[in-house]
């Protein structure tokens, strides 16, 4: 038996703290961000729960139980907004998880590390936009007759459809950070051993070849963990972008759940109200991340817990 194993509980923290209290006091203002502002403020979820009272605060209210989530779900825009948020979270999931991957590969198949550095560069620049002067640029490009794209479709409102804006969304999202997302497949390739090339090459592979069964099984674990991470936010299209699309016009295909929050709970004061539909997209969003991370590890033996 280890001299470690002999020591009580408390002599062990105490043992790990004195061997490794730099890297502590490092990740310390870290874990007190997420404290403060990620589990302190779930006290307030409890305010689903209850008729929200000024005078009592969060938690003094009477108890309403499931009254505001059978009201979302009884509401006659339950149906579309559902909708709204399942499509444009779908498109624009699925799309940003593979354009990133392809991205990456066809990198990675630049010889030249001057064109390969430029490539990523360029590629990975529009990240560090605001998405306000993304959205400006989409209503400048988009403009029907004068835009740099708008003039191809005529008089054609693409900001203005409710059949073209999700594509218009999940387009600009993709353009935004498939090249911030694709860093990650690349530190991947990077550790894959040469050696593997040159063998698939001795046997006759092509370029194609070493893609699919040398660069792909490479980053398959990477891309089983952050699609289980990505699961995560299926429901969750963010707010300030799609706000700042919505128009008159567009307003039924782009109400989404984060949008009809923020009217509901900040403009028309029913907190009680938007408390409970957050955390319903919580849950769900919670279940299916749940539910990926249980398949994938069944499946592939690759999770995150």
Do not use: C
């Not at 305010?47 to 209210?61: C, H, V």
């Not at 090249?179 to 092509?206: C, F, P, Q, R």
């Not at 907190?271 to 994938?296: D, E, K, P, R």
Request: hydrophobic content about 50%.
């Amino acid at each position: 038996m280890s001299r470690t194993s002999k020591l009580s509980l408390p002599q062990r923290i105490g043992r790990h703290f004195r061997l490794y209290w730099h890297l502590w006091i490092m990740a310390a203002p870290a874990l007190v961000f997420v404290l403060v502002f990620s589990y302190i403020p779930m006290w307030g979820i409890q305010l689903a729960f209850r008729e929200f009272d000024p005078e009592k605060g969060l938690t003094g209210g009477d108890w309403a139980g499931f009254k505001y989530f059978l009201k979302f779900f009884q509401s006659p825009l339950f149906g579309e907004i559902m909708g709204n948020t399942i499509r444009i979270s779908l498109w624009t999931l699925v799309m940003s998880f593979i354009a990133p991957i392809i991205l990456a590969l066809l990198i990675n198949q630049i010889a030249s590390a001057k064109i390969k550095g430029f490539v990523q560069t360029i590629t990975y620049m529009p990240h560090f936009i605001s998405v306000v002067v993304i959205v400006s640029m989409l209503n400048i490009f988009l403009t029907p007759g004068s835009g740099i794209l708008g003039q191809f479709f005529g008089s054609t409102s693409l900001l203005g459809s409710t059949r073209w804006i999700t594509a218009v969304y999940w387009i600009s999202e993709v353009w935004q950070h498939v090249g911030w997302n694709s860093i990650i497949y690349l530190a991947a390739l990077s550790s894959v051993d040469t050696s593997l090339y040159e063998a698939a090459k001795i046997d006759g592979a092509g370029r194609f070849q070493l893609i699919w069964y040398v660069d792909i099984p490479a980053i398959m674990p990477t891309m089983t963990v952050l699609f289980i991470l990505s699961m995560g936010s299926v429901l969750g299209v963010g707010f300030d972008k799609i706000f700042l699309m919505q128009n008159s016009l567009n307003l039924p295909a782009t109400e989404v759940i984060s949008t009809y929050t923020y009217k509901i709970g900040i403009l028309n004061s029913q907190f009680s109200y938007s408390t409970a539909i957050g955390l319903f997209n919580t849950v769900i969003n919670f279940l299916f991340l749940i539910t990926a991370n249980f398949l994938s590890k069944k499946v592939t033996k690759a999770s995150i817990f």
